[in-house]
């Protein structure tokens, strides 16, 4: 299929077991962070991240049959995942018709943006991690953790 105007080049990606690949034209519409309470519970995580593409740029290239889909009519909404290991795939909206909404994590190289948006920042909870300083969690390569706030020692002259 030959690329659409406008694109430089194309990101792949695919669901966890790989029964479900997909390709835009890049670079992708945009990108953001989601931490809507819709998007924590559909990819049971702080928030979601999603590349937004538009639908023409947009093209499933292996697994078609594969992917399941959950409308929620209340909100509008479309979210697909993988039939076969869940992975949560797309999300659509019917006011947006010509855009689809793409898991970043699922892709395999750039799309061509970065997310620098976030999309209900007001929901998000106070266990997210925000960038707090880390340190190395001893005896466990790999695993950093942050460390607990100090307690302020206490007045003595107040305590009684």
């Known amino acids: 299929m030959a690329r659409k105007a406008g694109a430089v080049g194309t990101a792949a990606g695919r669901c966890l077991c790989g029964k479900v690949a997909f390709e835009i034209d890049t670079p992708a519409r945009w990108a953001w962070h989601d931490h809507t309470a819709a998007s924590r519970r559909a990819h049971g995580a702080a928030y979601a991240t999603y590349v937004g593409s538009w639908r023409k740029r947009f093209r ?17 909404t479309v979210r697909s995942f993988c039939k076969h290991c869940g992975t949560p795939l797309f999300y659509e909206r019917a006011r947006s018709p010509h855009m689809v909404n793409i898991s970043r994590a699922l892709f395999e190289s750039r799309t061509g ?6 999309i209900g920042i007001t929901e998000m909870q106070e266990w997210t991690y925000a960038g707090a300083p880390l340190v190395p969690l001893k005896g466990f390569p ?6 607990s706030k100090k307690k302020k ?3 003595r002259e107040g305590m009684f």
Not at 60 to 76: L, M, P, W, Y
Not at 142 to 147: D, E, N, S, T
């Open 153 to 155: 020692p206490q007045d």
């Open 142 to 147: 790999g695993v950093v953790w942050q460390r």
């Open 60 to 76: 499933v290239i292996k697994g078609q049959s594969a992917i399941a889909r959950f409308e929620n009519d209340e909100t509008g």
């Open 113 to 118: 943006r970065q997310p620098l948006y976030h």
